[in-house]
């Protein structure tokens, strides 16, 4: 008989319409609705990628069917069969919607996955904690990948995108060297720091890698779409990294925006729009590397961290 391993795949979410915007915006301030500049502000940031359709939902969709997709092809155990759900953080399937699903189908076992690599507290460990609430209180067991940061396969596709616009740098004249890598990541309150949060290394840690495969030398890791709050945030930020270099002569720059896999408001607004601005203010050119989206490297990483939860879970049990 084959068992049903429930797959809640985890994600921030994104709202169904600008309509939408208000009611997410206030999910993600706990509740507190945004002044109305704020939600202007937030609204135009949106209309200006996409003027009102919001490709992180597409995105994320196809992520999760093409995962399942990966599970269950080349699958190692035949008395296994993968059904994955879809669990956002501030968007509707919420990620306790995701776990009711499981329950409603008669799932009893489950593995978590978060759509991000790098663990803190305060984004993935915030997204386990939701799930492994809702799954106690619904008899699910649960088990969870934190990161996979250093996965070889994420460090083989996020290479080959660095190298595939080193080398249009290239055929637009420029010498490979001359080329600065600037890897990123949302920025998350300083205080993160104090508590030992392992996201600020594991940034590093992948960043490094990337490096080595590709041959990189002139990288340098930066934050970027840091939280308008009062507190610090991590820095510097891109769009100041960028004005430094202007000073040293750097005229290419490559982005390389780690922390994410998909193709949302950080990447198509913060750095396609508002870096680029500052890009072509300086006189630098920019690119960006392409997004892993469901790149099928990428579901082989995530198919492979969540059979090996599945495997491990199987054996401590037996
Ligand atoms: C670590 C991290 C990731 C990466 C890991 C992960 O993916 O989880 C991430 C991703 C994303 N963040 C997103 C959107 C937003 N994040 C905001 C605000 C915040 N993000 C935070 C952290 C993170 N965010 C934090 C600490 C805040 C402050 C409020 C709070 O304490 O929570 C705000 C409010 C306005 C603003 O500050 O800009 C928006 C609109 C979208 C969806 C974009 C789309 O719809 O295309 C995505 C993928
Ligand atoms: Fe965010």
Redesign the pocket.
């Given at each position: 008989m084959t068992t049903q391993i429930g797959v809640l795949v985890m994600?921030?979410?994104?709202?169904e319409s600008l309509d939408g915007v208000e009611a997410?915006?206030t999910h993600?301030?706990r509740g507190n609705p945004p002044s109305p500049e704020q939600l202007k502000e937030?609204k135009d940031r949106?209309e200006a990628i996409v003027g009102g359709v919001?490709?992180?939902r597409e995105n994320t969709d196809r992520q999760v069917e093409a995962l399942q997709e990966a599970l269950n092809k080349d699958n190692r155990d035949p008395e296994v069969e993968y059904v994955c759900f879809q669990g956002l953080?501030h968007a509707h399937p919420f990620i306790e919607d995701g776990v009711q699903a499981m329950a409603d189908q008669g799932i009893t076992r489950s593995v978590g996955v978060?759509?991000?690599p790098h663990y803190?507290a305060?984004?993935?460990g915030g997204?386990i904690k939701r799930a492994k609430e809702k799954a106690e209180s619904m008899g699910i067991e649960m088990a969870f990948v934190e990161s996979y940061h250093l996965h070889p396969k994420l460090i083989e596709v996020l290479a080959n995108r660095l190298s595939r616009r080193l080398d249009e740098f290239e055929e637009a004249g420029a010498n490979r060297d001359e080329v600065r890598v600037l890897f990123s990541?949302?920025s998350?309150?300083e205080r993160i720091l104090a508590t030992g949060d392992p996201y600020r290394d594991q940034l590093l840690e992948t960043s490094q890698a990337i490096a080595d495969k590709t041959g990189v030398k002139s990288w340098q890791f930066t934050w970027q779409?840091a939280?308008?709050?009062a507190e610090p945030w991590l820095g510097p930020d891109i769009l100041d990294t960028l004005r430094e270099l202007s000073k040293e002569q750097v005229k290419y720059v490559l982005s390389a925006p780690i922390?994410?896999v998909?193709d949302?408001?950080?990447v198509l607004y913060d750095l396609d729009i508002e870096a680029q601005n500052i890009a072509a203010e300086l006189d630098m050119r920019l690119m960006r590397i392409e997004s892993l989206n469901s790149d099928p490297g990428y579901m082989e990483v995530l198919s492979d961290v969540v059979r090996s939860k599945a495997d491990q879970w199987k054996a401590d049990r037996s």
């Open positions: 994600s921030y979410g994104t709202p997410y915006y993600i301030r937030l949106y919001f490709p992180l953080k978060v759509l991000a803190s305060m984004s993935v997204y990541a949302h998350l309150p779409s939280g308008r709050t922390g994410f998909s949302h408001l950080e």
